[in-house]
């Protein structure tokens, strides 16, 4: 039979991971925004007939691929999150030392984040190149 202590060990060794997953999720929360917001703007765009908007669209198609790529790998965080969640309590229950698959899953959820962060930020500073082809077009009339 498991001792409260142990129960108690599991718990503080889960913390970590749930507080990621938590982080990784406002950072989903966020990034399912954004590409709603650019895909109902290129919605709107392909609706008017203005020769003008084939640019922004195509901006804004590049901008939904890199938070779709984004996405996708905050969703693999959070699953390696979820998943050392899951080999923590069992370590501690079955009592095994699961110390390379901890490493790993930790691991992996940290190097997606960076790379979604990665395409995030891509998409951040390239969302202002329809802003600055809009410029440039009423500059131009």
């Known amino acids: ?3 409260p202590t142990s129960v108690f060990e599991a718990l503080q060794l889960a913390i970590c991971p749930v507080i990621l997953i938590s982080a990784y999720g406002l950072l989903l929360l966020s990034l399912t925004n954004r590409l709603g917001r650019a895909i109902d703007r290129a919605r709107l765009l392909l609706r008017d007939e203005n020769l003008h908007s084939d640019l922004q669209v195509m901006i804004l198609m590049r901008r939904a691929r890199w938070i ?3 996405i996708l790998f905050i969703v ?3 699953v390696s999150a979820a998943s050392l969640v899951l080999v923590l309590f069992t370590s501690v229950f079955l009592q095994i030392d699961a110390k390379l698959i901890v490493w790993a ?3 992996a ?3 997606s984040l960076v790379v979604a962060l990665s395409y995030f930020i891509s998409e951040v500073f390239y969302s202002l190149s329809a802003l600055e082809a809009e410029f440039d077009r009423s ?3």
Do not use: E, N, W
């Open 109 to 111: 959820s940290l190097f």
């Open 139 to 141: 500059a131009m009339d």
């Open 1 to 3: 039979m498991m001792s």
């Open 76 to 78: 693999v965080a959070i």
């Open 68 to 70: 779709r790529l984004s």
């Open 105 to 107: 899953l930790f691991a």
